[in-house]
């Protein structure tokens, strides 16, 4: 008897999983000669490949957006307007956040130049996001808003840039250490009694790590407010976890957040990491979402597949077309709602049969 009420079990729990939806997003982004012809022509392509959505970056440009945004519908496509958040240019000097050597992010960005990261507790940096992002979603093409480095500078990069960097990073990096201006010290000191500039070691300092990731909750819950006000959803791009990374390296504690989707950029290469890794940290992100929220596990596909071993970038690495069916399964056995692949330009004839396959 109990082996047969195992065996229903059994057969029960596959019909489910067949018939659970599994949809397939891109990340794309605007190109200089885009226009809506020919970005119609890229939408049908990806729908024919059974892609469901495409979270298009084309930053804050309304034009642009409208553009790509009708194009997508014209192919019946799901439309998130992916823009980068507190990565900016061109905005007053006192909006952006310090590091714990006391630079500016303007004047002396950690890594790269485009990391100018704003400090997300300045009211005047959040109104300014609430603002941006409420001209996106007022835009009736627009499914979803996309929040893109919805966070701090990664204090600790993942281990496969290191090298890229010249890094070994056993401790957090002080000069991506952020935000230590004036108005963030005297917060902290104020709800804790903890000054953190007199503090040796700040990584230490628990509730210094909690304060900023509540930091990053309160703005990402406000912006959500002002979206769904306005009738639309939001969606925001995490680095994996929430606890095994994406919390310590980013400060982004996204299980809190109030969107409607997720999408971990389960960038296996990165983290040096087999494409089986994947499978597992997604599970870890559905249970942290409490299956309640979508969770869309981002692949980092690598376009020029048959040459990877020589390539010496890391961020040139990515799934091979043979690794597509196991990650694929894994992330559909783990719960996910769905992948996205970053990007639709680096999908190869090859990688897309094998994720066709796997669809199959």
Not at 66 to 95: D, N, T, Y
Request: charged share 20%; proline share 4%; net charge neutral.
């Amino acid at each position: 008897m109990k082996t047969r009420l195992l065996l229903v079990f059994f057969f029960l729990t596959q019909i489910v999983y067949a018939a659970r939806t599994f949809d397939v997003f891109v990340w794309q982004s605007w190109s200089d000669d885009a226009t809506y012809e020919s970005l119609k022509s890229d939408f049908h392509r990806l729908k024919s490949h059974g892609v469901k959505g495409v979270c298009f970056n084309a930053g804050f440009n309304l034009d642009r957006i409208r553009i790509a945004a009708q194009a997508a519908h014209e192919e019946s496509l799901v439309f998130h307007a992916w823009i980068p958040c507190m990565l900016q240019q061109g905005l007053p000097k006192s909006w952006y956040a310090v590091n714990r050597v006391g630079q500016s992010a303007l004047d002396a960005p950690a890594y790269v130049p485009y990391y100018t990261a704003l400090d997300p507790n300045n009211p005047e940096v959040r109104h300014w996001v609430k603002t941006k992002y409420a001209e996106v979603a007022n835009i009736p093409e627009v499914d979803f808003v996309q929040l893109d480095y919805i966070r701090y500078v990664d204090v600790i990069l993942a281990k496969g840039l290191w090298n890229k960097y010249g890094l070994v990073m056993n401790e957090e990096y002080a000069p991506a250490d952020y935000c230590y201006c004036d108005a963030c010290v005297a917060d902290f000191r104020h709800k804790t009694g903890i000054d953190i500039r007199t503090v040796s070691d700040p990584s230490k300092i628990k509730e210094w790590a909690q304060y900023r990731c509540d930091v990053i909750t309160t703005l990402v819950n406000e912006v959500a407010d002002t979206i769904h006000q306005r009738g639309k959803k939001i969606s925001a791009d995490v680095f994996p976890g929430p606890y095994s990374h994406a919390y310590w390296m980013v400060r982004q504690e996204w299980n809190k957040w109030a969107v409607d989707a997720v999408f971990p950029m389960n960038y296996n290469d990165f983290y040096l990491e087999p494409a089986s890794w994947v499978g597992k940290v997604t599970r870890k992100e559905v249970c942290a979402m409490k299956h309640k929220v979508p969770v869309y596990s981002g692949l980092f596909i690598c376009r020029d597949w048959q040459n990877k071993q020589n390539i010496a970038d890391p961020e040139g690495h990515g799934l091979l077309p043979s690794e597509i069916k196991r990650v694929v399964r894994d992330c559909r056995k783990s719960g996910a709602a769905g992948i996205c692949l970053f990007s639709a330009s680096s999908m190869t004839e090859a990688h897309w049969q094998a994720l066709s396959e796997v669809l199959e």
